[in-house]
């Protein structure tokens, strides 16, 4: 059993990809790091030698982990509190996770960081459906702390090398379509984010934006939705804002409520 200063994977796993999810820490040493390279999502790398340098910008509530959640995590955690934030430790750290089958995001897919410790993306401006999903799906699972720029389409690829901003959603980069795939897709895939009920929202979402209303009984409802948010708001940050509760309700409907129905009325006694 976890102590009160602990988290399980089981809860934790819960937690991640909800609106407000914790931030999480990764401290692990270079050594075991470089064992096994990869993230659980959302999380960010900290030299847990420096907590009281980077400590103190640190947002509350935090999860701590280290390769088995033990000295590292706690000592980081205990900083932290120090310092006034909430901060717990995960249960058997990385390896705990790793072991029951959590999410794991490839570090080398994550683009470098900016000096904030941000990533930066560029995409075309007028976000309607793959390019409101992918950041959902960043700001979620990869980088809560993600900016994203919104240009015309011709000044894309300008923007991006000019201030260090990865493209998404166009022609001829890395994170893009590909073949019968939109990019929300390619980076469910290359984020190693497979599991059920993102597989299903991807449909979802594949559907709505490369017009396959075949691939799922709830497209027509996405594409509503998001033609309708492109008319409401004329800034496209303020349509991304609004357009992640709309993902993060369809998010948590494929992961906890595709059985159930509304029926009206209600049945009577009797």
Wanted: aromatic letters at 8%; charged letters at 25%; proline letters at 8%.
């Amino acid at each position: 059993m976890p102590s009160y200063l602990e988290i399980t994977p089981d809860k934790l796993a819960r937690i991640i990809g909800s609106p407000k999810q914790p931030a999480i820490i990764d401290v692990r040493n270079k050594e075991d790091f470089g064992s096994d390279p990869r993230l659980i999502p959302g999380s960010i790398r900290r030299d847990f030698g420096n907590v009281t340098e980077w400590g103190p910008e640190t947002s509350s509530p935090a999860i701590v982990f280290c390769q088995k959640g033990q000295k590292l995590s706690h000592g980081v955690a205990a900083h932290l509190r120090a310092m006034g934030k909430e901060a717990e430790v995960l249960e058997g750290g990385f390896e705990a996770w790793r072991d029951s089958q959590g999410m794991l995001v490839p570090a080398d897919k994550v683009p470098p960081r900016d000096s904030k410790g941000r990533t930066v993306w560029v995409t075309r401006a007028r976000p309607k459906i793959d390019r409101i999903a992918c950041p959902w799906l960043i700001r979620r699972f990869v980088d809560p702390t993600a900016v994203f720029l919104f240009v015309p389409a011709t000044e894309v690829a300008l923007v991006g090398d000019r201030f260090n901003a990865t493209p998404f959603d166009i022609e001829d980069v890395y994170w893009s379509h590909r073949g019968e795939l939109c990019t929300f897709d390619v980076m469910v895939e290359e984020f190693g984010l497979k599991t059920e009920p993102m597989l299903h929202l991807a449909r979802i979402v594949r559907g709505a934006d490369t017009a396959r209303p075949d691939l799922a009984p709830e497209v027509p409802g996405l594409l509503a939705a998001s033609l309708g948010l492109s008319r409401m708001f004329n800034d496209d940050i303020e349509q991304l804002d609004a357009g992640m509760t709309l993902y993060d309700a369809f998010y948590r409907w494929c992961r906890d409520a595709t059985d159930e129905t509304h029926n009206w009325p209600n049945p009577r006694k009797g």
